[in-house]
């Protein structure tokens, strides 16, 4: 098996059924499935680094407002705790961007307008460049 998809550990506790088809559905197609442990939430890819489209790592900043009330910030990973798990090395960006709201299509990206939700210190162009850039 050459390729590897990280699923979050809590997933096993949380939705057995779920976590044993991924791994089979996983199995059947030649991809390995492997835990992370260092998750409060089973929705690693909201939280994880996203590659670029010069194949590195980009970490944004996950600080989504729904996970800022109170009895949410338990729910909350932190990421730098998980890249430390995995010893990704990445770069870190200021934009926050949760990356369920990220898609990547070939070279191409699509994201919700959210973006601009949560970074409303960038104007919209501003922000789009960064992006691009980023």
């Given amino acids: 098996m050459s390729h590897s998809i990280y699923i979050s550990g809590l997933l096993k506790d949380r939705f057995p059924k779920v976590y044993s088809d991924l791994l089979s559905a996983f199995k059947a197609v030649g991809v390995q499935g492997l835990e992370l442990s260092n998750t409060r939430d089973i929705w690693c890819r909201d939280y994880m680094p996203i590659c670029s489209a010069n194949l590195d790592w980009v970490q944004f ?20 705790y998980v890249l430390k798990e995995l010893d990704l090395e990445h770069r870190r960006s200021s934009i926050k961007l949760e990356g369920g709201n990220f898609v990547c299509y070939g070279t191409h990206g699509v994201m919700t307008e959210r973006v601009f939700e949560e970074n409303p210190t960038f104007s919209k162009s501003q922000l789009i460049a960064k992006i691009q850039e980023e």
């Fill in 61 to 80: 900043e996950f600080d989504p407002k729904y996970l800022k009330e109170k009895k949410y910030l338990s729910l909350k990973t932190d990421p730098i």
